[in-house]
C-alpha cells in the first residue's frame, strides 16, 4: 500500500484493538484505494481517509430480558452508525452470539461502500446485540426485542437511520421490533424500519432480494466471458434467507444448486435442492439441516469438512463472515470452480481472495453481489415514503435494473484503475469515490 494509505491502516488497528474483522475489512478497501489515490490525490486530503474508517457515532447498550422461566439475561446492544455521506444510515441488525463491536463496524464499513453502490442515496451503518434467538420461544424473542427498542428507538428514525434484518433478524423480530418502535414513539413511521410484513408496510421482493442479486451479479459476470448459469452445478452455504433465495434464482436461471448448510453441517442433494422442503424446514420449522435429509431419500447430510469440498461450477458462499479459507479456495480451484459470487459479508478469507483473482476465475466481493437486499429496501423506505405499493414484476424489475448497474459500475471502475476485471478494485474503487465526493462537498463534518 502507499505509505499514505498503508499509514490510515496502522491507525485503524491501533486504534481499534483486538477487532479482527474490522481491520480486514478496512484493510481490503485501503488496498484497492492506491491505484485511485495515485490517479486522484485529492482524496487524501483534509484527512478524508482518516474520516472514512471513523464511525461518525457508536452507541453500545444494556438489554436486560426475562425468559419464559421468569430468569433475568443480560445482553449487549449495538448501533454503528458509520456515514451519512449519502442518506440515512442503512444497514441491519444481527442476533448472532458471536457479535461484538469489531463485528458490527466490519459490517458498518462494508455497509457504507455497498450502498453507494446501488446508487439509493442510503448511507451506511450496521447493529445487533449477542443475543441467540437459536431454541428461544417466540415470547422470548418478541420481550428481547421490545427491550432492545426501547434504547434503539432513542437513534433511528426514518430520516436518521433505517435498520432492516441480518442474521438471526427475519420477518418476525422486525415486528417485534417495529410494534415496539411504534408504541414508544405514537407515531407510524413505516420507514423506520425495513424487511417489513407485506400487510403493514414491506415491498414484494424485499425478502428474496439478496439471494436473488447474488446470483443475478453471478450472471452478468458470465454474461462477460459469453456465458450463462444454464446447465451449472452449484454449491451454496447456509441455509437463511440468503442462501434459500440464492438457490431459488439459481435454479429459475437453469442452474442446479446440490448444497446448503447451517452450523450443524452441510447437505449435499445430487438430485438438486428440493427448494419446497427446504422452506418448510427452515422457513417454517425453523429446524435444522438434518430434518431435511430425514425426509429427502439419496440427500446426505457431511458434519467434517465443508461444503467448499464438494465439486461444483459455481459457489455462492452465504452464510457468514470467513467462511472460506485458503484452503477451502485451493480445493474449490482444483475441482474446476469458475465463479463466485458472495451472497455473506465477507465470507472469503483474503487468502482465499488472492487465491481466486490469481487463478484469473471470476469473483465478487459481497459488496457488490449482495447489495441487492438494500437496494430493495431502499426501495421500499421508497413506497412507504410515497404510501404506494408496487407489484412484485415493478420491484423485481427495478431490483434487476440496480445489480446491472452495480455490475457495471463495478467493470468500468476496474479498466478506469488499470485492472479489468477485478471486480474487488472495481466495487471499492466506484463505492469510494461516490462516498468521498460527497464528503468533500459537505466539508469537515
Ligand atoms: P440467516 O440468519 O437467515 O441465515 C444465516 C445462515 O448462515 C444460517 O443457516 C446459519 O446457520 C448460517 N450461519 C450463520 N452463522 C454461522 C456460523 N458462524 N457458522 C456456520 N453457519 C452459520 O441470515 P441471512 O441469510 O440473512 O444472512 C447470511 C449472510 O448474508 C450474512 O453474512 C449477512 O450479513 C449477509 N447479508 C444478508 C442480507 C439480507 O438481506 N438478509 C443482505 C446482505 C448480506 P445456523 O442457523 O446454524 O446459525
Redesign the pocket.
Known amino acids: 500500500m502507499q505509505d499514505v494509505v498503508e499509514k490510515v491502516y496502522e491507525q485503524v488497528v491501533a486504534r481499534n484493538r483486538g477487532e479482527a474483522e474490522f481491520h480486514q475489512a478496512v484493510r481490503e478497501v485501503l488496498e484497492s484505494l492506491d491505484p485511485v489515490i495515485a490517479k486522484h490525490p485529492h482524496y487524501a486530503d483534509d484527512a478524508l481517509l482518516e474520516r472514512i474508517v471513523e464511525p461518525e457515532r457508536q452507541v453500545i447498550f444494556r438489554v436486560p430480558w426475562v425468559d419464559d422461566a421468569g430468569a433475568v439475561h443480560v445482553n449487549r446492544g449495538f448501533r454503528v452508525e458509520f456515514n451519512s455521506a449519502l442518506g440515512p444510515y442503512k444497514g441491519?441488525l444481527?442476533f448472532?452470539p458471536?457479535v461484538n463491536v469489531g463485528i458490527i463496524k466490519f459490517?458498518g464499513f462494508e455497509q457504507v461502500f455497498?450502498n453507494a453502490l446501488t446508487a439509493q442515496g442510503i448511507g451506511g451503518g450496521k447493529g445487533g446485540s449477542d443475543f441467540d434467538p437459536?431454541g428461544r420461544s417466540d415470547a422470548e424473542v418478541m420481550r428481547f426485542c421490545q427491550s432492545f427498542m426501547t434504547e434503539l428507538s432513542r437513534h433511528i428514525g426514518p430520516s436518521t437511520d433505517v435498520p432492516?434484518?441480518?442474521?438471526?433478524?427475519?420477518g418476525r423480530e422486525i415486528g417485534y421490533l417495529f410494534g415496539q418502535y411504534k408504541r414508544l414513539r405514537n407515531a407510524y413511521d413505516a420507514g423506520v424500519l425495513t424487511?417489513k410484513g407485506l400487510a403493514w408496510g414491506g415491498s414484494l421482493v424485499?425478502t428474496e432480494?439478496?439471494?436473488y442479486g447474488t446470483v443475478l451479479f453471478a450472471q452478468s459476470m458470465l454474461a462477460t466471458r459469453g456465458q450463462t448459469l444454464e446447465g451449472k452445478t452449484v454449491a451454496v452455504?447456509?441455509?437463511?434467507?440468503?442462501?434459500?433465495y440464492a438457490i431459488e434464482k439459481a435454479q429459475k436461471l437453469g442452474a442446479k444448486p446440490i448444497t446448503?448448510?447451517?452450523?450443524?453441517g452441510y447437505v449435499v442433494d445430487e438430485a438438486g435442492v428440493d427448494l419446497e422442503l427446504l422452506k418448510q424446514v427452515?422457513e417454517v420449522e425453523r429446524g435444522?439441516?438434518k430434518d431435511y435429509v430425514e425426509r429427502r431419500p439419496g440427500a446426505r447430510l457431511v458434519t467434517q469438512g465443508r461444503v467448499w469440498d464438494v465439486p461444483v461450477d459455481v459457489a455462492l458462499p452465504?452464510?457468514?463472515?470467513n467462511?472460506l479459507d485458503g484452503a477451502n479456495a485451493a480445493t474449490l480451484l482444483k475441482n474446476g470452480c469458475a465463479v463466485v459470487s458472495e451472497?455473506?459479508?465477507?465470507?472469503s478469507t483474503p487468502e482465499a481472495v488472492e487465491a481466486f483473482q490469481s487463478a484469473g476465475i471470476l469473483y465478487a466481493p459481497?459488496k457488490a453481489s449482495?447489495?441487492?437486499?438494500?437496494a430493495t429496501?431502499a426501495l421500499e423506505m421508497e413506497q412507504n415514503a410515497g404510501r404506494t405499493r408496487w407489484d412484485f414484476a415493478t420491484a423485481e424489475a427495478k431490483l434487476d435494473a440496480i445489480m446491472t448497474d452495480i455490475h457495471d459500475s463495478c467493470v468500468a471502475a476496474a479498466e478506469e484503475y488499470g485492472r479489468p476485471g477485478d471486480y474487488v478494485l472495481g466495487a471499492n474503487a466506484a463505492g469510494f469515490t461516490r462516498v468521498a465526493d460527497v464528503m468533500i462537498a459537505h466539508g469537515i463534518v
Open positions: 441491519g444481527r448472532h458471536s459490517l455497498k437459536h432492516a434484518g441480518d442474521i438471526g433478524v427475519g424487511g424485499r432480494a439478496t439471494g452455504s447456509g441455509a437463511g434467507n440468503v442462501a434459500i446448503f448448510s447451517d452450523s450443524s427452515k435444522r439441516v452465504c452464510a457468514t463472515q467462511e451472497g455473506a459479508n465477507m465470507p459481497g449482495n447489495a441487492g437486499g438494500v429496501s
